[in-house]
Structure formats: structure tokens, C-alpha cells
């Protein structure tokens, strides 16, 4: 029952970060408008004290060549960038969506059509291709279950950030959607 109540979960943070049928983002922002969200910093001993590292322990692969060949219980090191929606972090969980570094950021390929408050939705690039090149990134403590504390700020880590994330895969739905149980987060 518990690995139904995560994979629920995971699946419902990938949909949510990659939207639904048509595109939800609002280009109607500025530059000025931007600024990454920020959370309290977590309670000491709230995440595990090899979580976040400063380098991986080996070469990892991009999300969608990832999510290609991974089953569950395979062990991997993906990188990505976090975001795919204006708020990849859930508040109440360490849960993060991250998206495949091929996949650029509003106005990264093309600064002059940079229209975008939040780059890190990924608002520019189509909704099936995001859901394609994004996976959930779950932290779960010693009873199995997500940590009930945000990883927004925790570690380095923030909106559009680009992280190297090593653990076991999760889940792994119909639809493509993935989770992946982090044992390590490297902040870039």
C-alpha cells in the first residue's frame, strides 16, 4: 500500500510539472519578474547526512536516456536541471522534478525570446517532450516514506539548478512517468 501511496504521489508531481492538455504557463512576464522561491532551511538531522555530496561517484546519463532503459530497482546516476513547472518543489515533501540538461531553459537557445518570469517551467518547450526528458526525485527517510520537509534550498538547491542525482528507481508507470529514491544529490 505504501509504494502505492508514493507512486500516486510521484506520478501526480510529474503531471502537475508538465501540465496538462495545453500549455497552463503565463509568457506574459518580464525579466524583472524573476526570482527563485525560497524555503526555510530544514531542521538539523531532517535529511540524511550523505544526501547532498559534492561530486557523484560516477558518470551519469541525461533523463530521457535514462528513463529509456531504467526499470525499477535498477541503480542509477541521472543529471538534469530541476523545474518544469513554476514550482518543481512540493512544500510539504522532498520531492523535486528535473528535467534532461538537452532540454533548454526560456530563452537560453535564444535570449532575445526570453519571455519567460520562471525559465525553469520550461514554458518554451512542448508539454510532451517535457513529460518525456522530466522524472520525480523522491528523498524518503527510514521508515521508506518522503521526507515531510521541501528540498527547495536544501543543499544548493533551487529552481533551474543543474544536479546530479544518484539512487534506485522507484517507480516506473505506463505513461512513462519514473521515480527515482535519491540516496545522493550533487548541486552543480
Given at each position: ?15 502537475v510539472a508538465?501540465?496538462g ?5 503565463d509568457?506574459?512576464?518580464t ?9 526555510p ?6 535529511f540524511?547526512?550523505t ?12 533523463v ?7 526499470k ?10 530541476i523545474?518544469g ?15 534532461d540538461?538537452?532540454?533548454?531553459l ?11 518570469a520562471?525559465?525553469?517551467d ?16 523522491v ?9 515531510a520537509?521541501?528540498?527547495l534550498?536544501q543543499?544548493?538547491l533551487?529552481p ?6 544518484e ?5 516506473v508507470?505506463?505513461d512513462g ?5 535519491a540516496?545522493?544529490?550533487?548541486a552543480?
Amino acid at each position: 500500500m505504501h509504494r502505492l501511496n508514493t507512486l500516486i504521489l510521484a506520478s501526480s508531481v510529474i503531471l502537475v510539472a508538465c501540465g496538462g492538455k495545453g500549455d497552463d504557463h503565463d509568457h506574459s512576464h518580464t525579466r524583472q519578474d524573476r526570482g527563485a522561491p525560497t524555503a526555510p532551511a530544514a531542521p538539523e538531522g531532517t535529511f540524511p547526512a550523505t544526501l547532498f555530496a559534492t561530486a557523484p561517484t560516477g558518470e551519469p546519463v541525461g533523463v530521457g536516456a535514462m528513463k529509456q532503459a531504467a526499470k525499477q530497482g535498477d541503480r542509477v546516476i541521472v543529471v538534469g536541471r530541476i523545474g518544469g513547472s513554476k514550482d518543481p518543489f512540493l512544500a510539504d515533501r522532498a520531492m523535486v522534478t528535473i528535467v534532461d540538461p538537452s532540454v533548454k531553459l526560456c530563452g537560453e537557445a535564444e535570449p532575445e525570446n526570453d519571455h519567460c518570469a520562471t525559465p525553469w517551467d520550461f514554458c518554451c518547450e512542448p508539454r510532451e517532450n517535457l513529460r518525456k526528458m522530466s522524472i520525480a526525485v523522491v528523498v524518503n527517510g527510514a521508515d521508506a516514506a518522503p521526507i515531510a520537509h521541501t528540498l527547495l534550498g536544501q543543499g544548493g538547491l533551487k529552481p533551474g539548478a543543474r544536479v546530479v542525482v544518484e539512487g534506485t528507481v522507484a517507480t516506473v508507470g505506463p505513461d512513462g512517468a519514473a521515480t527515482i529514491a535519491a540516496e545522493r544529490i550533487v548541486a552543480k
